[in-house]
């Protein structure tokens, strides 16, 4: 047993590690137990970290408005591995990802390289998964805008033991970071994104990066925006699993609108000959709302990679959001949706014409 304010040895740590990191994986049972998974993991990330947030800051505090968007300060991306069901579906979809470019044939025997944009101060989607990979097998490259947060990755790093499996840690903003020739990543990883992919710079760098790596797995692999036309009064604000009160009181009503918008591979492929500041999005047709509660709302479909999926309420970038601006819409105008780039991204929309005919 540890004495009472003495840290535990840093082989003992690296190894607790591995073992939540392999139950955090597996697990499929109570939401309660995956939460003290999770918050056990993420307890031996901070106290090996060089990061200490501020007490008297606000999270806020620190972020960069960068040209792709909003890198979150390190205090408040520090708290985004509080999220268990966000975190635990995005370090399985990481799992997966490596585990198949691992088995997908290669030109050589070197370790698969993987890209890591965004990692905050405690790189939670990477340094859990370098206790299962030997580094001859896989090495990570890790990014973030904020010095202080790659500060402390080198630092939990440098505790476990873990260095071989880093190949470089760089202050870059990912938007504009050149991939170094002999370094094309098999895995490209970035958790940078708000709910309907609004504000941060998830759609830039994944674009920007995927134009160096074209060949590369995505996690998420594919993020996906849909419309409804849902009752304000019957959606439940946030569904907590295990909780007596998790069921809501009435059932959510929900009408389809369609998809708006897809990030994935295949679709940024498409943007590869396309300039300016904007994206191409999909056009709704409005229907009547079935009554006075009925307003517009975009919902976030996550899959991280394969099989692994946050879905709404799942986490803070699963909530839904009211339609972006201040427009007015009536039943059967159209809406074509584009999607903004530059310093405040997110998804946008105007009146497509003419209402449709019936």
């Known amino acids: 047993m540890t004495p009472h304010g003495q840290l535990p040895d840093p082989a003992s740590d690296r190894d607790e590690l591995k073992r939540l990191t392999v139950e955090v994986l597996g697990h499929e049972g109570s939401y309660g137990i995956l939460v003290g998974l999770v918050m056990e993991l993420v307890e031996i990330l901070d106290r090996s970290a060089g990061f200490r947030a501020d007490p008297g800051g606000e999270v806020v505090e620190g972020g960069i408005r960068s040209g792709g968007g909003l890198a979150i300060s390190p205090a408040q991306a520090a708290l985004c591995a509080d999220e268990p069901t966000r975190t635990a579906v995005f370090l399985r979809g990481v799992h997966d990802a490596i585990s198949k470019a691992i088995a997908t044939p290669r030109e050589t025997q070197q370790a698969v390289q993987v890209l890591y944009a965004g990692s905050g101060p405690y790189a939670?989607?990477?340094?859990?998964?370098?206790?299962?990979?030997?580094?001859?097998?896989?090495?990570?490259?890790?990014?973030?805008?904020?010095p202080v947060s790659i500060q402390s990755v080198k630092a939990i790093v440098g505790r476990l033991g873990l260095g071989k499996s880093v190949a470089s840690c760089v202050v870059a903003d990912a938007c504009r970071y050149v991939i170094p020739e002999g370094e094309i990543p098999a895995v490209i990883?970035?958790?940078?994104?708000?709910?309907?992919?609004?504000?941060?710079?998830?759609?830039?760098?994944?674009?920007?990066?995927?134009?160096?790596?074209?060949?590369?797995?995505l996690v998420p692999e594919s993020v996906q925006v849909d419309a409804f036309l849902l009752d304000t009064s019957r959606e439940p604000e946030r569904i907590e699993p295990d909780r007596e009160d998790s069921i809501p009181a009435s059932s959510p009503d929900r009408l389809p609108l369609g998809r708006v918008f897809t990030l994935d591979a295949p679709t940024i492929g498409k943007w590869t000959t396309l300039t300016g500041d904007r994206l191409p999005a999909a056009t709704i047709e409005m229907?009547?709302?079935?009554?006075?509660?009925?307003?517009?709302?975009?919902?976030?479909?996550?899959?991280?990679?394969?099989?692994?999926?946050?879905?709404?309420?799942?986490?803070?970038?699963?909530?839904?959001?009211?339609?972006?601006?201040?427009?007015?819409?009536?039943?059967?105008?159209r809406i074509q949706f584009h999607y903004r780039l530059g310093t405040d991204p997110g998804l946008g929309w105007s009146p497509a014409g003419a209402p449709a005919v019936s």
């Open 124 to 146: 939670t989607l990477g340094i859990p998964l370098m206790t299962l990979f030997p580094p001859e097998q896989v090495r990570f490259t890790i990014l973030d805008l904020h």
């Open 287 to 333: 229907p009547a709302a079935p009554g006075p509660h009925y307003e517009p709302y975009l919902f976030t479909t996550i899959v991280t990679h394969g099989n692994h999926i946050l879905r709404t309420h799942d986490c803070g970038l699963t909530s839904p959001r009211a339609f972006p601006g201040e427009g007015k819409w009536a039943t059967g105008d």
């Open 189 to 217: 990883v970035s958790e940078t994104m708000d709910a309907a992919l609004g504000n941060e710079p998830q759609v830039a760098i994944m674009r920007h990066l995927l134009s160096q790596a074209p060949g590369a797995r």
